[in-house]
């Protein structure tokens, strides 16, 4: 017999092996991969947002002439003579809060926007003014903003 033909014959269980293992094992990886498809598809992409509607507290905790900053809801409310009406503390640049200054309008310690008692820019780069959002009256009593209500700056509401 020639030695090279022996030789073949000693590596074919080894290279048949091989092959048997390699092959299972890619069943065994699509099967896998398919099964885990599967699972996460029972499971859909739910995104959980906090409600655009919320009540903010009730009319008499916010004082006459004030400026209330709400961060949890990344808005101010606003008491005055007129009526109440709140604003983003967003700032339409990146997403900071802007701060309300105690004499007028609002300045973004990011980059330095400034914007005028109605929210709309005075220095950028903040690009649009700060939106203003409707407010309401529960039937609690309670002050609510709904941020989903874009409203213009002549908007009040009274108590
Ligand atoms: Fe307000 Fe940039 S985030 S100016």
Known sequence: MCPM?????????????FL???????????????????????F????????????????KDFPPDSATFLAEHQLYVFNTREGFYSISSVCTHL???VQHLAGDGFSCPCHG??????GLVVSGPAPEPLP???????????IVVDKQQIVNPE???KV
């Open 155 to 157: 908007y009040r509401f």
């Open 132 to 142: 203003w959002f409707g407010v309401n009256l529960s039937a609690r009593g309670e």
């Open 20 to 42: 048997f293992l390699t092959g299972t094992a890619s069943i065994v990886a699509g099967a896998v991969g398919f099964l885990g498809a599967t699972v996460r598809y029972l």
């Open 113 to 118: 926007s400034r914007f005028d008692r109605n």
């Open 95 to 97: 997403g900071c809060n």
């Open 44 to 59: 859909p992409n739910v995104l959980y947002e906090p409600p655009s509607r919320f009540p903010v507290g009730l009319a």
């Open 5 to 17: 033909r022996e030789q073949t014959a000693q590596e074919d269980p080894s290279r048949r092996r």
